[in-house]
């Protein structure tokens, strides 16, 4: 194959290759869809938990945990739908999320071996300020 057909058919490839091979999705939701539908009712069941006496609640607030962890993904990306996409390059943004998702880590634990204190001190002492500082600084008003 002569060079130029070489680097023609590599562009070529190359070119396949980096397309998509599906139109792009649009964003199924919104920072705020994101924080009122999934981020508030499970970090509501994490603040909330008391008396947990079955493996079905203990799997419930697994879950949740999980999701907040998962969502936190999404926030500190400014969103699927890039709105916030300049505040999240802040560092008390990425700041708030990291501490979000370490308290999800820590409720995890807690969970994992069904210990009901110390997912209460993930849920209240670890959790809820970084979400209330970031309200604080990002809610608008």
């Not at 999800?104 to 110390?118: G, K, Y």
């Amino acid at each position: 194959m002569k060079p130029i057909r070489c680097t023609l058919a590599l562009a070529g490839i190359a070119m396949t290759l980096a397309a998509p091979a599906w139109p792009q999705a649009e964003p199924g939701l919104n920072m705020r869809e994101i924080m009122l539908s999934i981020i508030a009712p499970m970090t509501n069941k994490i603040w909330a938990a008391s008396d947990i006496q079955t493996d079905s609640q203990w799997l419930e607030l697994e879950q949740a945990a999980m999701t907040v962890l998962a969502a936190g993904t999404l926030i500190g990306q400014g969103g699927p739908d890039g709105v916030y996409a300049t505040q999240a390059k802040n560092e008390d943004w990425q700041a708030f999320t990291a501490e979000m998702m370490h308290a999800a880590r820590s409720a995890l634990s807690a969970i994992a071996n069904h210990d009901e204190e110390a997912l209460f001190n993930a849920g209240n002492d670890e959790l809820y300020p970084p979400c209330e500082n970031c309200h604080q600084a990002y809610l608008p008003r």
